[in-house]
């Protein structure tokens, strides 16, 4: 089986964000970038489903040479090789219109995305690989178990989950509960220094969408504390000047 | 070019989303002084569907087959875009449902069109285009995003609009889905869902406990203040790490972001990650007996105090209120 797992490289989740130029750029000065975390369960899984031989693992990332310590940590967690598409990745469509393109020309079995990114959140890769492509997709996957030329997959619905069986080749996207994220070990973190690491070449793809400016979220003011042996007034506040209950 | 709401039925019933999403849509068809059709999939009867009319919905377009009653992502999404091609529609909009989520990437693809997910507000409409806001950062920032495109895909952030009546009469048309076998990759073989509990992704109330409450043998008391307020309860990553809670409840950066009206943390320190997920609660009452905990400084109301000894209070209170 052919796994390729797309990777993002974000901001570790410590960062506290701001923007510089007017509101018009993140400050990516002093922060520390990491393997998008719902990335790190696509590979896991990946590597649970390849064990004794049975799979090969492709990381996919649209990035510039900055993210290649992040590609690296994903061929330490147990990737087999890797392949960078040297572009900034500006917007979900434009990333996933780099990757259907490289998708086209490697035949993958299970393509796995992260859910959603921890920086943009746009939750739409997935989804729009699969809709170029053609194949199945199956958004915010908990559990993956493979059954021949099928899967078998549990996804998260509101208040529950639905399971589905989908043919293979398809795409899905991870969330908590696929698998345990793993921590590299020696032997991984050596290996993966020389692995195959090949950079592409972007293909040219429309503008969708354009960044004006980031907001931070409007301060609170103070908090209002109500003492511990009088409990049952924040109920009242709750309700009478809150008014949320 | 009209304004094109899809509404998602659960069980033949919209939810508060839904109706939010033809809220929306009106406003939005007011602005851009274009017409709004609401298109609902599924097997809704004449009672239900006469709901979204309240809203704004003068046009309901209803595909009621069997083999669409359950979500089916390829072929929602081809029926979503068809009907958008049919009406001409510009927009088409959504609650930022888990099947909108994978579903609607799917429609911006196939009408070429730009898509925004989980928008929190109407969106500002200027010479050059659409400005649409939404959270990034997991809930640490918002950012104001530019929509190149002649149609666009929004879909909204739930609990972000709210519902704004304004009856119209409604007509009704059923419709008939042009689908191919292509359409139907996934197949349903279960759904398993906890009709007992509210879903926390579009709950107005939240009741959320950590560490704090020292195992998960503790958490009745919880679970007794998440229904007595009508409220779902979530809890903090390490709690859901260690198995106490399902990792459905996890809130935070890496788990889910909420906006409930009310966000109560019980034993929750606070950490950077967790308040990303609660940035956008209106109102957040934080219990915890450490007074130095991080929470409180994004805290509108709270107890410095024991949670065994305050949360029973607060049921009790909370009975009262209700009695």
Redesign the interface.
């Known amino acids: 089986m052919k796994f390729l797992v797309c990777i993002s490289n974000v901001p570790d989740t410590t960062t506290k964000i701001n923007f510089t130029e007017n509101n018009t750029h993140f400050n990516t000065s002093g922060v520390q970038f990491i393997l998008n975390p719902y990335d790190e369960l696509s590979i896991a899984r990946a590597v649970e489903l390849s064990e004794g031989g049975k799979g090969e693992i492709t990381i996919l990332h649209v990035g510039e040479i900055g993210s290649e310590p992040t590609i690296r940590k994903a061929l330490a967690l147990g990737a087999d090789n890797a392949v960078r598409i040297n572009a900034n990745p500006k917007d979900a469509y434009y990333v996933a219109h780099q990757i259907a393109h490289f998708c086209k020309q490697n035949a993958f079995d299970i393509l796995f995305f992260g859910r959603e990114s921890i920086d943009y959140n746009g939750a739409q890769v997935c989804g729009m690989v699969a809709e170029i492509l053609g194949i199945p997709s199956v958004s915010i996957a908990k559990k993956l178990d493979l059954d021949g030329s099928k899967a078998l997959i549990e996804r998260e619905i509101e208040g529950g989950k639905e399971i589905l069986e989908v043919q293979i080749p398809f795409a899905l996207s991870s969330t908590e509960g696929l698998a345990e994220a793993k921590i590299p070990n020696m032997r991984g973190i050596m290996s993966a220094r020389t692995k195959p690491l090949t950079v592409l070449e972007p293909i040219s793809v429309p503008d969708f969408e354009s960044i004006i400016s980031f907001e931070s979220p409007k301060p609170r003011g103070l908090v209002k504390l109500v003492k511990s042996d009088d409990a049952e007034s924040l109920i009242s506040l709750l309700h009478s000047e809150a008014k949320v209950i | 070019m009209p304004i094109l709401v899809f509404v998602e039925q ?1 069980d033949g019933k919209f939810k508060k989303s839904a109706f939010e999403a033809v809220s929306f849509g009106f406003s939005l068809s007011k602005i851009l002084k274009e017409t709004l059709s609401v298109l609902s999939i599924g097997k809704v009867d004449k009672a239900n569907l006469e709901e979204l009319g309240r809203y704004g919905a003068e046009r309901v377009l209803t595909v009621q087959t069997d083999s669409l009653h359950q ?1 089916v ?2 072929a929602y ?1 081809s029926l979503i875009a068809q009907v958008a091609d049919q009406i001409h529609a510009s927009q088409v909009i959504m609650s930022n ?3 909108a ?6 429609v ?3 009408l070429k069109a ?5 928008v929190v507000g109407l969106p500002e409409i200027g010479t050059e285009g659409m ?1 649409v ?17 002649e149609k666009t895909v929004i879909t909204l952030a739930p609990n972000s609009f709210g519902l704004v009546e304004n009856p119209v009469s409604i007509q009704i048309e059923e419709i008939s889905p042009n689908l191919s076998p ?1 359409d139907y ?11 007992e ?3 926390l ?2 709950a107005e ?1 939240v009741v959320s406990a950590g560490r704090g409450m020292k195992g998960p043998e503790n958490w009745k008391m919880i679970e007794d203040l998440a229904e007595v ?1 009508g409220a779902a309860t979530a809890c903090s990553k390490p709690v ?1 790490d260690a198995g106490w809670r399902p ?2 409840e ?1 809130v935070g ?3 889910i ?1 909420v906006s409930p ?2 966000y109560i943390a019980i034993g929750i320190s606070g950490a ?2 967790h308040l ?1 997920g609660v ?2 609660s ?5 219990v915890n007996k450490d007074p130095e905990a991080p929470f ?11 949670a065994f ?2 949360v029973p ?2 049921i ?3 009975k ?2 209700k009695g």
């Open positions: 659960t979500f992502n390829q999404a449902s888990f099947s989520k994978g579903m609607a990437p799917r911006a693809v196939k730009a898509y925004a997910e989980a400005v806001k939404r959270g990034v950062f997991s809930g640490k920032a918002f950012v104001f995003e530019k929509l190149l495109s292509t990759g996934t197949l349903v073989k279960d759904i398993i869902r906890n009709t509990k509210i879903s992704p579009d109330r307020l859901s990792h459905s996890h950066q890496t788990g972001a009206n009310l950077i990650q990303a940035s956008s209106k109102v957040i009452v934080v409180f400084k994004v805290a509108d109301y709270g107890i410095v105090g024991d000894e305050v209070k607060l009790e209170a909370a009262a209120l």
